[in-house]
Structure formats: structure tokens, C-alpha cells
């Protein structure tokens, strides 16, 4: 809630407080003055470092708190009709804000577990380093979800065990890799994740404690902002007109049963905020369906962290 403004005098007294406790206190007549530059110097960061945390403080207290029961009654009321399952998570990175539907839910990555593929073969060589046939192979999985270059670098990586170890480093509990083949394919279609842990996925692509360096996350996000058009559709349909997105897409269809999982991941920013969206579906009739159903929660969800200017 925003301060009043009985309340936001004290704050502005304390911040007026801190910044004057830096200031050099004057020199008594005749004493030996500090060395200027240096002082000055020192001084300077740390006012430049106070004022940026108590504008931060600022920010965080003007933003509305996420009402989650209203959120969870608006999803209900929207799935109340649709088959399937559906699992989702949104975590604004910047603020810390976030909303969890169905959080227990483990439902199966398909295609999305190209990110995570592309992650780990990251984690044992830089992108600079790669073969350009690897590096080819990594651009068609991640912006045209090629599933033959999927396979080829699962078998880089070390398979199942390979995908799960690098999961670990990159700060998932929920999602291991599944060995064997799965019809024509290997089994990282069928990986089964929470919504908790894509979320911390995409966090480990923006964070500068992540296991990853700057410059091979920057390639990842800059590869799954540029999915080829017709396999953009998902958590962008809750973007700003000046949003930048980027995501990765799953789309699978059940041998036994015949419906589909549909899956959207990934991150949207805009108005300086960094926002981690998961939104994981099963049990779709047909994938234009599920589609639908997950760019229909992202927008339910999205529509409480924030307004798309008019």
C-alpha cells in the first residue's frame, strides 16, 4: 500500500539521516585536512549506492501486493469448463512478487525441455567454444523446436543423467531426465517438472549468480526471443505492445491416450521489470485448445501484476 503522509515524513527524515551521516564532517581550524579526491570518491559510491536502495524501497512499497485467492478464483472460473490439468507460476524477478496455481502439480515439459538441454551443454562449454554444426543444432532446437537436433544434443550432454545434473546446478528439486527412447525420439519430451522449477530456469538465465556466464545467457534468451512466427504464440499473448519476450514452447501429443500437453515458458520484460511466466497444461483435445487454455491463464494472471499502458 502507498505510504501517507503522516508516514512518508519519518522515512524521508531516516533517508535524510543515512546520506547526511556520509557527508565529511569540517575540518577543525588548523587540523590536517583528509586527502580530498580519495574521500570524495569513496563518499560518491556509497550516496550513489544509499539513494538507489531507498528509491528500490520506494518502488517495492508503491506496488500492489498480489491478492492470490482472487487470482485463484478467477483461473477456477475459466477452467471450470475446459479439460485438463494446468499448473503456472509468475514471478516478477525485479520486486519478488509472485502467484502459484496448482503448485503441486508435476506435468511434462515436451518441447520446453530444449531450454534446459541447451542450459546444460552451456554448462560444460561456452557458446564461443562450441562447433558451429553445435552451435547450428542449438539455434534450430531452441527457434524452429527441431527435435532431431534435440537428440543429438541430449547425447552431447549425457543423456538423462547429464540433463538431471545440470537441472541440480541450476537450482531445480523437481525435474529429472528420463532415459531410454520414447517412439523415434529420446525422452525429454516426457520429463516431468513443477512450475516452481521452470520459473527458476528462467531466473538462472537473468541472474548474475547463476552458474552461467553473462554472455551464454544472453544467447539463450536471444535465441528464444526469436522462435520462428507460428510457434510464438503462449505466455506473449500477455505482453505489452513495447514488452520484449522471449520463450520456449512445447506442444506433445499422448500415445495412449491421444491429448495433449501444452507448455509456455519463459520471460517478458518491459516497464523495467523482468517477469518469469510458467504455464504448463495436459489433457488438451487437440493442441489449438491447449493454446488457448494456456495463453487464457497467462493473460488472468498477468492482468494482476501489472496494466498494458492505454
Known sequence: MTAGRGQAIPRAVI????????????????????????RETVLGVREVALGARLEQISAEENLAPIRAERIGRRLDRYLAGRSGQVTAMVKDL???RLYR?????????????????????????????????VRHDADIMIRYSDNHAADRLWSRIGGAPGFTTAGR?????????????????????ITRTSADDQIR?????????SPLKAKDRDQVLKLMGHVVAGQNWGISAAACADDRVALKNG??????NKLWATVSVGLIRGDGHDYAVAVLTEGSPEVGYGIATVEGVTKRIMQDFRKCPA
Do not use: N
Open 15 to 38: 533517508a535524510l539521516a543515512l546520506l547526511t551521516a556520509l557527508l565529511p564532517t569540517p575540518a577543525r581550524v588548523g587540523a590536517q585536512p583528509p586527502p580530498p579526491a580519495r
Open 251 to 256: 506442444w506433445l501429443k499422448h500415445v495412449s
Open 201 to 209: 530456469l528462467i531466473r538462472a538465465l537473468v541472474s548474475g549468480r
Open 101 to 133: 496455481y496448482h503448485p503441486g502439480e508435476r506435468l511434462i515439459t515436451a518441447s520446453t525441455a530444449k531450454v534446459q538441454i541447451l542450459m546444460a551443454l552451456l554448462l560444460r562449454t561456452s557458446w564461443k567454444k562450441l562447433p558451429a554444426a
Open 169 to 189: 546446478k541450476l537450482g531445480l528439486k523437481h525435474t529429472q531426465g528420463v532415459p531410454g527412447e520414447c517412439v523415434d525420439l529420446y525422452c525429454w519430451g
Open 94 to 96: 525485479t520486486t519478488g
